[in-house]
């Protein structure tokens, strides 16, 4: 799942320890006369028919799954003199579900054995709003939408807009898009301007749970893509099982002649190419312990867009990024109530800013050299229907970074420098997942949280959520409340606090980059329509101290963290959701959103810009957009595969600083599909895709006065081969 608030992202240098992103179920089996069917068989299977865990239910109908895997499930449930009962749902990471299964008693032996097979529409334990994508729904997109986390994010996420410069703000904060892999959190952003990125490709599910050879069974695949604007992208996959050792590979290759948003509708000096590459090892010791090796490896080289009179004159700056990544994680499971799950992790990366060889325009020359250590373990227990879980996670940090730069005439003037600081950060939280009465689910949580680097921070963070399953109606309602604790920024957070503290002009100095802290209000409605349709109401409020933006250092493209004294964001969002609809073939999603942000003064910390801002007032940030919908929309036909499909989106417009909104805008993606060649278990597949059909180039935002406008990708039409075998 994409979970926006709170996840994290690592990347190191030879191997780190791994922790799965584990999940518990639970629930009881009744006999249809309100009583508890005791002795019940209770099989767990994922979504591909093979069986995970089986039990039987206790005395009082219980049973209890632990260290499941996210993902698409099957449960199962068998008794003597009753007919099987079937339920499929999608597991969310690290969260546990908790189901009530009726089975009916047959009324005569002579009947025909009939399986009650119901699918979960709507989780009736969730006390969020948070949503699962699994491997198959991945698969079923179109490629453009899910060939990178930010296409994901702005097409499944509800409010998802984008911002300035190829950032991504969701429900009212821009340094959100961090990434959670196999349980482990990272605290820096995955932007294209500070990361290669993670490619969606490796994604079992989206929060993110990677991909395990033991799922693949000696399969693969080979895809290539190619579009116009130099659009390629070619990568290969490949995973199996040899006795208990599993294994995955996954190598990725990718190029495009508009890599940045322009700040010109045409775009000029605009390459981009990278590569992507992912190795897993799984392997199970018997039935009470399981190790995971991640290992992920990435980097980029991207030109820096130009406008017409920098392109006459020959700017030519440039930026590398790299990332590498090891999580080493285990799994030990005491006894079925009891789980134990421990991970090591490391990332290490660089971050090069080229200057430009022209002798005219601003010169800046700037790095980054980040490196994560840290170590993670928590205990869950299932006690008398509480499923309690308890952990820390100890972060050892070091961030190098420099900076240098040449106005050449341009009036901004900023220091040169160069600094490295090495802290960390330590957390320990407990919480629990109970039902205090039938069809309540309650979650309880605390955390406190130790940051240190450029400044130390201390926090306790309480976390309550319920939700109430009307069971005759179908429906969920639910409520949250979460004090949440956002460490500053680590990209540039020295640069930014530098200049915080030495900026030529005495007002610009505001002090180092804070810590953001929010309290946030939740509540929410779930509804099912149909078997499989959906409807989720969510609304939200929070607000807090400190709250971030990027801002950009003339136009220099290093991007620094700013803080705000102060926040509010309050929003509604609908989301519809049809999964497929076997007789009609049809299967989509329609999200909207209605949201409004504000910043108070004054600026608190980082880069204050030459625009400080009064105690009090009042400003709205250039990515608020008050209305935001998308719409994905598909048609399936049992002939060859045969798909077609496609994929809109709709934003009333952000606003320019002290300024009016931009004009609104809306595009559609169309795309189709089918299978060439088949003869099990391989496939060639095709797909045609067509982006931004009508070729709307509209305005993206505009981040200050100084700042140009960034402009939206033209049309594009392109196609893809991929080979199963």
Do not use: C
Request: aromatic share 12%.
């Amino acid at each position: 799942m994409i979970r926006v608030l709170s996840s994290l992202l690592f990347l190191p240098v030879l191997l780190a320890v791994l922790t799965a992103a584990q999940s518990t179920v639970e629930g009881t089996v009744g006999n249809g006369d309100g009583k508890a069917a005791a002795g019940a068989m209770v099989i767990l299977q994922r979504g591909d028919g093979g069986t995970l865990q089986k039990t039987k239910s206790d005395a009082a109908g219980r049973f209890q799954f632990s260290a499941v895997e996210a993902g698409a499930q099957t449960l199962k449930a068998e008794a003597t003199g009753f007919y099987p009962s079937r339920y499929e749902f999608v597991l969310r990471p690290r969260q546990a579900l908790s189901i009530t299964i009726e089975l009916h008693r047959r009324q005569s032996v002579q009947q025909i054995v009939q399986v009650n097979s119901t699918y979960l529409t709507v989780d009736p334990g969730k006390t969020g709003s948070s949503y699962t994508f699994t491997r198959s729904e991945l698969d079923s997109l179109p490629q453009p939408l899910t060939d990178s986390t930010n296409s994901l994010v702005t097409n499944l996420m509800p409010g998802a807009s984008d911002s300035h410069d190829n950032f991504l703000a969701v429900r009212g904060t821009e340094f959100s898009l961090h990434e959670f892999i196999n349980g482990v959190s990272f605290l820096e952003n995955t932007q294209p301007q500070f990361s290669p990125g993670v490619s969606p490709q490796i994604f079992e599910t989206v929060d993110i749970t990677t991909r395990s050879g033991t799922d693949l069974g000696g399969h693969g695949d080979i895809d290539f893509r190619g579009a116009t604007l130099d659009n390629y992208d070619l990568n290969t996959e490949y995973g199996g099982q040899a006795g208990k050792f599993g294994y995955y590979f996954f190598v990725d290759g990718f190029a495009s002649g508009r890599y940045l948003d322009p700040p010109e509708p045409k775009e000029l000096y605009d390459f981009g190419k990278g590569s992507r590459a992912t190795v897993q090892f799984d392997w199970r010791a018997g039935s009470k312990d399981a190790i995971k090796l991640l290992l992920l490896g990435g980097g980029t080289n991207f030109q820096q867009p130009n406008l017409s009179e920098d392109q006459e004159v020959g700017r030519d700056a440039q930026r590398h990024l790299r990332q590498q990544t090891a999580i080493l994680g285990w799994v030990h499971t005491f006894s079925p109530e009891t789980l134990l799950s421990t991970s090591l992790y490391e990332r290490t990366g660089s971050d090069r800013v080229l200057p430009t060889t022209d002798p005219g325009t601003p010169l800046s020359v700037a790095s980054r050299a980040p490196l994560t250590l840290g170590i993670k373990s928590d205990l869950s227990h299932y006690w008398n229907g509480h499923v309690l879980k308890g952990g820390v996670d100890l972060v050892r940090l070091r961030e190098s970074e420099s900076f240098f730069f040449d106005d050449r005439g341009d009036p901004d003037v900023f220091p040169s420098f160069s600094g490295s600081k090495v802290g960390g950060q330590a957390g320990a939280y407990l919480q629990d997942h109970y039902s205090p009465a039938r069809n309540l689910t309650v979650d309880l949580g605390l955390r406190y949280d130790h940051f240190d680097l450029v400044d130390s921070y201390d926090q306790v963070s309480p976390r309550v959520g319920v939700a109430y399953h009307f069971a005759r109606t179908k429906s969920v309602l639910h409520a949250a409340y979460n004090r949440y604790f956002s460490p500053p920024p680590l990209e540039y957070s020295l640069l930014a606090s530098f200049i915080g503290n030495n900026a030529s002009d005495p007002d610009q100095r505001v002090g180092n980059v804070r810590a953001y802290a929010q309290n946030y209000f939740e509540v929410g409605w779930a509804q099912e329509l149909h078997p499989r349709v959906s409807m989720e109401v969510n609304a939200y409020f929070h607000s807090g101290h400190n709250a971030f933006e990027n801002h950009e250092i003339s136009i220099s493209r290093i991007f620094v963290p700013i803080n705000f004294d102060k926040a509010r964001s309050k929003g509604l969002e609908v989301v519809l959701n049809t999964r497929q609809l076997e007789r009609l073939g049809i299967s989509g999603r329609f999200q909207y959103a209605l949201s409004r942000t504000h910043f108070y003064g004054p600026i608190t910390g980082g880069f204050a810009g030459d625009e400080p801002l009064e105690a009090g007032e009042q400003i709205i940030p250039a990515f608020d957009q008050t209305h935001t919908g998308t719409a994905q929309i598909f048609y399936h036909r049992q002939w060859r595969g045969f798909w077609a499909g496609s994929a809109m989106r709709y934003g009333s417009g952000t606003i320019v600083e002290n300024g009016p909104r931009l004009p609104q805008h809306f595009t559609t993606d169309l795309a189709t599909g089918l299978t060439l060649w088949s003869s099990e278990p391989r496939r060639l597949d095709f797909e045609f895709d067509i982006t931004n059909a009508s070729d709307s180039i509209y305005q993206i935002a505009k981040e200050s006065e100084e700042i140009p406008i960034q402009y939206a990708p033209s049309r594009t039409v392109g196609g893809s081969l991929r080979f199963h075998f």
